[in-house]
């Protein structure tokens, strides 16, 4: 079964695009696209919208795409094993004051490590920022094309290299690609990347051959020198190995100009040297890009492989997991709560209904204690009486200790009244402990005799000695006797 892929490169200044089927005998060019952008009515979306539309491009394919040179900075790193590990976890913390992108919004793949002598490691990494990789995942979508993986031009052309020239993947060799704004500079060794350098351009379409030859073979001199001395500490070899990519009117003159200059090995790449095409797919423009682009899907996957898309989604899902995790943690407390003031209502509604029937039973023992009565505030009303049927059984009985009741003390009066003499009793008042009698008799010497007798009696003692008079019409004794009871305690 053909399976097809599509590599999109999307430069800064143009877009191209080849489709390649993996058939039976290998990988083959079935069709290729390229345009310039740099007028303000070159739209990318419109092109590619076109891709599938008018140049029959397949719309089910598999799509990989890059992003600009200028949206993706190369740096060289010397890391322990620790930050290597979280460089390759997708973590840049650690590249805090190495990147122009700031760490919370920057995107790592670490592109190659070499063990270095001191015991360290010595990291390629590329980095972008999500604001960036989200503008192309805008413009693509807009275009309505699904893509599976985005990395950077120079791997990509470096993986066009690989298939096309085998040879570049063994000792040193160097990929150097001329863009319209960018030359770009890649250091492989057995296969590895170990440096890749994006250098700025200043090439107009007006100026001729000689000084674009000039100025690329003088930056290219200066940038292999110090690279050299940078990587190995030595001078760059006379049989240095440079695989130039650059458009089919410009790569001879180049190559033989940056030969004579640099004194280097420089072989034109031919993106159709392994490739099965048709003669007619041949174009003037450089597709090393896409096509490197294209054939990554096909080729087996490289444990160091670019792919910020997968990163990107990577550190979204990481994100989305944890936010889903304290949304969830969110819900268990919002739910606790709830349960918890509906556990309130439900004790309130308790409460309440208690309170209610308590209400109605106070209702009813007040309507059966006191029907004549009209009910405004029960428990008042009913302390009122409690406090009045008090108050008025004080005078047949005693509910506090130590004190006679008056029945009593009027027993005990009763029991030691004399029986000769004629005493009687007018009045007696009892309140509390206080006994006052009123009464006549005879004579004084009855009074005495009684008042003897009284004081015999245990718990009564006469507070008042009486000041008796005879009464002038009846001739009898008038008296008032004033005694203290208090219950005696055996």
Same mark, same amino acid.
Request: aromatic share 6%; charged share 20%; hydrophobic share 35%.
């Given at each position: 079964m053909v399976k097809n892929s599509i590599g999109i490169d999307i430069g800064r200044f143009h877009l191209r695009a080849v489709q390649i089927a993996q058939t039976a005998e290998g990988p083959r060019i079935e069709r290729v696209f390229g345009k310039p952008t740099r007028r303000s009515t070159d739209r990318p979306v419109d092109m590619l919208r076109a891709l599938t539309t008018e140049h029959g491009f397949d719309r089910h394919a598999e799509v990989t795409v890059c992003l600009p040179h200028q949206a993706i900075f190369f740096a060289d790193l010397e890391v322990d094993s620790a930050a290597l590990n979280r460089l390759r976890a997708g973590d840049p913390s650690s590249l805090r004051d190495d990147l122009p992108i700031v760490a919370e919004k920057a995107i790592v793949q670490v592109c190659s490590t070499r063990q270095l002598p001191n015991g360290r490691h010595s990291a390629l990494v590329a980095t972008t920022s999500t604001d960036l990789l989200r503008e192309e995942l805008t413009l693509l979508d807009e275009a309505k094309i699904h893509v599976t993986r985005i990395e950077a031009p120079i791997?990509?052309?470096?993986?066009a290299v690989g298939y096309n020239h085998p040879e570049s993947q063994e000792g040193t060799a160097v990929i150097v690609m001329i863009d319209e704004s960018v030359l770009s500079m890649a250091v492989l060794q057995q296969?590895?990347?170990?440096?890749?350098?994006?250098?700025?351009?200043?090439?107009?379409? @007006?100026?001729?051959? %000689?000084?674009?030859? !000039?100025?690329?073979? +003088?930056?290219? @001199?200066?940038?292999? %020198?110090?690279?050299? !001395?940078?990587?190995? +500490?030595v001078d760059a070899q006379a049989d240095l190995r440079v695989f130039l990519i650059a458009s089919s009117a410009t790569i001879l003159p180049l190559a033989a100009a940056m030969q004579e200059e640099i004194g280097c090995q420089v072989i034109p790449v031919d993106p159709y040297a392994c490739v099965e095409h048709d003669e007619t797919i041949r174009v003037g423009f450089p597709i090393c890009v896409a096509e490197g682009l294209a054939l990554r899907p096909l080729l087996p996957r490289e444990a160091a492989q670019v792919d910020f898309l997968h990163a990107h989604t990577t550190q979204t899902q990481d994100a989305s997991g944890l936010r889903k995790e304290l949304l969830v943690c969110g819900g268990l407390l919002a739910a606790t709560v709830v349960v918890w003031i509906l556990?309130?209502?439900?004790?309130?509604?308790?409460?309440?209904?208690?309170?209610?029937?308590?209400k109605r039973q106070i209702q009813d023992v007040f309507e059966q204690t006191l029907p004549e009565e009209k009910c405004v505030n029960a428990l008042v009303q009913l302390q009122q009486k409690l406090d009045s049927f008090r108050d008025d059984s004080g005078w047949l009985a005693s509910f506090q200790p130590g004190r006679l009741p008056p029945l009593e003390i009027l027993s005990t009066l009763s029991v030691h009244h004399p029986t000769d003499g004629n005493l009687e009793f007018d009045d007696v008042f009892i309140a509390g402990d206080s006994v006052r009698v009123t009464g006549h008799c005879d004579s004084f010497a009855t009074l005495s005799g009684w008042q003897r007798l009284l004081e015999e009696i245990p718990g009564f003692e006469i507070v008042d000695q009486p000041n008796p008079g005879r009464d002038a019409?009846?001739?009898?004794?008038?008296?008032?006797?004033?005694?203290?009871?208090?219950?005696?305690?055996?």
């Open positions: 791997t990509a052309a470096c993986t296969g590895s990347l170990i440096m890749i350098r994006n250098i700025p351009l200043q090439i107009s379409r @007006d100026s001729d051959m %000689e000084s674009i030859s !000039r100025q690329v073979t +003088g930056l290219l @001199d200066r940038e292999i %020198e110090i690279t050299w !001395r940078r990587l190995f +500490g556990g309130l209502f439900v004790h309130l509604s308790r409460l309440e209904s208690q309170y209610t029937h308590l019409k009846t001739g009898s004794v008038r008296f008032t006797l004033s005694l203290s009871s208090r219950k005696t305690v055996q």
